[in-house]
């Protein structure tokens, strides 16, 4: 066999040997994506359930709203009717003391009378018993005869008659009217004390509506604050779904460099030419991203850097891989930056960054990482899954 084919057949064995395992892994984006896609449909997920939260308190907003309203309404028609009650009530006291300042008035006129009937009674006794000795002898000198004597003693009798009879009726007018005045007295009492009931029930009345009224705004208040806050969670939807659309096509694309990755070519370590400060970088990135996990799994995160050195897919540097846009959290975070300035990377950092950049893997050619999530296949080294 010539030398070509051997060499051919060595290259074939080192493809079946190497590719077979990444062909095999399930190709994933970038944990920063993978991360943020995840946080966004959570934030989705939490968001949609206060919208529906909200929306179910303002429907409950809406019908303790509407029941008020109705008590309201209810509360207003029973005002009116206690201040109609009260306006009639106004009326009947005001038309019963228009009757009693009548009854009053008969009265005094019925007392006046009864004095002046009283008073002409006195006069005309005190005139015949004055002047009784003449009248009698008036009586029987003038007289035509016996008979006509007669009528006259007995029309002295009939006036003296009438002068009693009169005093007995003034005497009794007075007292029905003074008892028909204590009669609408007492009516007019009755009248005031119920009206003091009525306006009673109607202050109650006026502080049920006041409260509830007041209710009522609140609760307006309180749906117009829930509506608000349903407003900006719907266009808190529409950001998060826009967001997650773009993380969604940004996944799409990272997918397709991965799986570009695994199609494509590979570097050998040899061909690489590290610059200075390619260590001190990836030792702290090490140290971000796994310095509390084992030596093994700080191995693999150096290991993921340099694999993607050698891909022709990603940069072709250290700085390059860990600089490029949206890759690596801490870079993002600012916590990469912290660590290069304090020096923060530890010795098994160092030395896993330094085994890295001599070539070595304990995860194959995977050129991701991240924390375990459901679905997701890959080699497991303490908190990470590498693929």
């Known amino acids: 066999m010539g030398k070509r084919n051997i060499a051919v057949l060595l290259l074939a064995a080192l493809l079946v040997g190497v590719f077979p395992e990444m062909n095999a ?24 359930s206060e919208l529906g939260q909200t ?28 201040s109609n009650k009260l306006e009639e009530l106004e009326r009947m006291i005001r038309d019963k003391e228009a009757e009693i300042a009548a009854t009053k008035a008969e009265l005094e006129d019925a007392k006046e009378t009864e004095e002046w009937q009283y008073e002409c009674m006195k006069k ?31 029309y002295i009798e009939q006036l003296s008659e009438y002068d009693r009879e009169k005093l007995e009726e003034y005497q009794q007018t007075k007292e029905l009217i003074a008892l028909a005045e204590a009669k609408l007295e007492d009516e007019r009492e009755e009248l005031e004390d119920y009206k003091a009931q009525v306006e009673a029930e ?25 509506e608000s806050e349903a407003l900006a969670y719907e266009q808190q939807l529409k950001e998060q779904e826009e967001n997650i659309k773009q993380l969604q096509e940004k996944l799409a694309e990272e997918i397709r460099l991965s799986q570009l990755a695994a199609q494509s070519a590979w570097r050998d370590i040899s061909e690489v030419s590290f610059a200075e400060g390619d ?25 993921v850097v340099i694999n993607r050195v050698l891909s022709s897919v990603y940069p072709d ?7 490029q846009g949206g890759q690596f959290s801490p870079v993002g975070s600012g916590r990469l930056a912290a660590a290069l300035a ?18 070595s893997t304990n995860v194959g050619n995977c050129v991701y990482f991240r924390t375990p999530i459901e679905g997701l296949n890959g080699i497991r080294i303490g908190g990470h899954i590498f693929y």
């Open 25 to 48: 892994a399930k190709v994933h984006a970038t944990e920063a994506t993978r991360k943020k896609l995840q946080e966004a449909e959570d934030e989705k997920k939490k968001t949609e």
């Open 55 to 82: 929306k179910e308190e303002l429907a409950n907003l809406n019908e303790e709203k509407n029941a008020l309203q109705g008590q309201l309404n209810a509360l207003n028609g029973q005002l009116q009717e206690v």
């Open 124 to 154: 005309r006794i005190q005139f015949i018993y004055e002047t009784q000795d003449y009248i009698m002898l008036e009586m029987i000198f003038s007289s035509a005869s016996f008979a006509d004597l007669i009528n006259r003693s007995d």
């Open 202 to 226: 109607k202050n109650s009345v006026s502080g049920l509506v006041s409260k509830t009224s007041t209710s009522v705004a609140g609760k307006k208040s309180e749906i117009s604050q829930a």
């Open 279 to 303: 260590r001190y970088l990836l030792a702290n990135l090490i140290y971000c991203e796994a310095g509390g996990e084992s030596y093994a799994g700080q191995l693999a995160v150096g290991a």
């Open 317 to 323: 540097s250290v700085v390059g891989v860990i600089y």
């Open 342 to 359: 304090g020096g923060s990377a530890t010795q098994s950092c160092y030395q896993a960054a330094d085994e890295a950049m001599r070539g």
